[in-house]
Each structure stands twice: as structure tokens, then as C-alpha cells.
């Protein structure tokens, strides 16, 4: 792997640098081909085994490993009517050949925080929460320190977190100040994932979004940030984690020269989301009309 580009962006009058994970491979959420970096070393390995939500990027980016490697790819979760006419991650998932079955039939605690292997099955927890997830990052902390040292500069780092995974072991292979904000779920359930995962190593900075947002709802204020993010800087983010990082950085005033943003990718997660939003804001025009 190639270290991924930074560049100097501005926005809302303030300029940051932007690390461009999501550039990294083009089947790959940016941090998805660092969590499941590990994935690369396994070599008894037939079948992968995962759980998680028809949406998510983890699912998409192993499946596409997997089909890569000639392993099966097999993933629980409930079903919902997306499965209808499947878009985005789920389309291409199934695509890869991806074998769904109910949630209830995973064997393990949904909370599990590591891998567990018997004999030629490898079952990865929701999203890659597991500590072999580390040996990808640990790359990206190195493509960092050696850019500060060339440009001799000590920057602030900032990512939104799911699971809270790369946050982690990116403040635990950095030697600068890594600040996080919880996208799912609250502090305290996001310094919950930090303890359960590595209970000795330095955390991050956890700084609490401006409001409450749930997971995968819909805000329009948060697709109109997204919107003026790509006007603003030519780049398109994820619409599930970046938008929500950008308002945090806003509201604390946390985005400046010094600040260096870790674009994680997930923008085949977009198709979904766009349409969702479409059809929202529609709704919203016609009762608008409607009351005036
Ligand atoms: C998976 C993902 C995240 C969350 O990563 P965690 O390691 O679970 O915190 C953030 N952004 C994007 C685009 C992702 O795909």
C-alpha cells in the first residue's frame, strides 16, 4: 500500500489538512483497508464470518476481500425491505457473493471485541472492532508521523468514530493528540468500546457532537453541511460520519491550520443516503407549499 495523499483545504473560512484514506483503494472504505489489513497475513482461512447492519461498509469491504482471496463471505443481520431492490454497499455485497443469514444465528456476544477462529472459520465482530485491527492502522500512524517530520510540523488529528476502533490505536501509535467524536451512540458508550478494546492504552479525546444525532437518521442541516463541504473543498465525504465530524469541529472550534482530518472513506455507503435525503427533502418542499 501506498501512503494516501494530504492536502491543505479550506473551509468555512478556515484552513486544515485533509489525510485522503478514502483514496487508498478503490473497493476499500479508506479505513476499512486499514482495519482489515490483517486479513492479508491469514493464510488458513476459508470462510469469513460477520454480523452488522445491510448498510454498512465493513460488510461491503469484506466481502470484496473475500471474493478477492476466493474465501466465503457470510453475514448476519435482520432483514429489512432494502433487501427488495438492494443499492450502494448491499447491491455490491451481494454482488461479491456475499451469503446472508438471520441475525439470531451468529454464535457470539454482539459486544465481542476480538476475532475468533475454529479451524478454517474466521469470525470478525460488528465493523472490525477487534485488536488485529491495529496492525493496519498502525501504517496510517506511520504515514503520519512521517509526513509531520518532513513538513516539521505537530498536528492535531481529528476522525469520527463508529466503533471507535481507529481512533484507538491511531492515538495509540501517535505520538500527537488525537480528538474523536461519537457518531453512534454517546461518550460514554464510545469510551465503553475504547476500555473494551485496549483497557491500557493512552485514549483519545472524546468531544461530544453539538447535539443528538441517531445513527443513520435523517438531518437535513447535516446534508446541507455535506453539500457545502463538497461546494466548499471539491471533496466528497461519507454522508453518514463526516458530516456529523465536521459540525463537532465547527461548534468547538476545533478546525484550524494545524488540524489534520482523516478522510476514512465510505462513499459507496452515498447511493443510499442521497436517496433517502432526496425523497425527505421533497416531503419537506410539499408541506412547506402546502402551509403557506
Ligand atoms: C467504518 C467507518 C467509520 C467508523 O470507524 P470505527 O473504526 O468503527 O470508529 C467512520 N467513517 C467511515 C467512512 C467508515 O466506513
Not at 471507535?164 to 501509535?173: D, E, R
Request: charged share 25%; hydrophobic share 35%; with cysteine.
Amino acid at each position: 500500500m501506498r501512503p494516501s495523499p494530504i492536502q491543505r483545504l479550506a473551509f468555512a473560512g478556515r484552513s486544515f489538512l485533509l489525510k485522503r484514506d478514502d483514496l487508498l483503494h478503490p473497493h476499500l472504505s479508506g479505513n476499512k483497508a486499514r482495519k482489515f489489513h490483517f486479513l492479508q497475513q491469514k493464510q488458513d482461512i476459508k470462510e469469513i464470518h460477520s454480523f452488522g447492519s445491510l448498510h454498512s461498509n465493513a460488510m461491503y469491504s469484506l466481502s470484496f476481500l473475500a471474493k478477492e482471496s476466493g474465501l466465503s463471505f457470510i453475514y448476519y443481520a435482520r432483514p429489512d425491505p432494502s433487501l427488495k431492490s438492494p443499492k450502494g454497499n448491499l447491491r455490491a455485497a451481494l454482488d461479491n457473493g456475499m451469503i446472508l443469514r438471520p441475525l439470531e444465528e451468529w454464535p457470539y456476544d454482539k459486544a465481542l471485541a476480538r476475532t475468533i477462529q475454529i479451524g478454517s472459520r474466521l469470525y470478525i465482530p460488528e465493523g472490525g472492532r477487534c485488536p488485529e485491527a491495529q496492525e493496519g492502522i498502525a501504517i496510517l500512524a506511520k504515514e503520519i508521523v512521517e509526513w509531520a517530520k518532513k513538513e516539521r510540523t505537530t498536528p492535531t488529528i481529528f476522525l469520527p468514530s463508529g466503533t471507535g476502533t481507529t481512533a484507538l490505536f491511531l492515538q495509540k501509535y501517535l505520538p500527537f493528540r488525537v480528538y474523536t467524536t461519537p457518531c453512534v451512540g454517546d461518550e460514554a458508550y464510545l469510551e465503553e468500546q475504547f476500555e473494551a478494546l485496549d483497557p491500557t492504552a493512552l485514549k483519545p479525546t472524546v468531544v461530544p457532537p453539538p447535539k443528538k444525532y441517531r445513527f443513520g437518521r435523517l438531518y437535513p442541516e447535516l446534508f446541507a453541511l455535506w453539500q457545502e463541504l463538497k461546494t466548499q473543498t471539491g471533496v466528497t465525504f461519507d454522508l453518514l460520519y463526516d458530516p456529523i465530524g465536521f459540525a463537532t469541529l465547527l461548534h468547538h472550534e476545533l478546525l484550524d491550520e494545524n488540524l489534520l482530518y482523516i478522510h476514512q472513506g465510505g462513499i459507496m455507503g452515498n447511493e443510499t443516503m442521497i436517496e433517502r435525503y432526496k425523497a425527505k427533502l421533497d416531503k419537506i418542499a410539499k408541506t412547506d407549499k402546502g402551509t403557506q
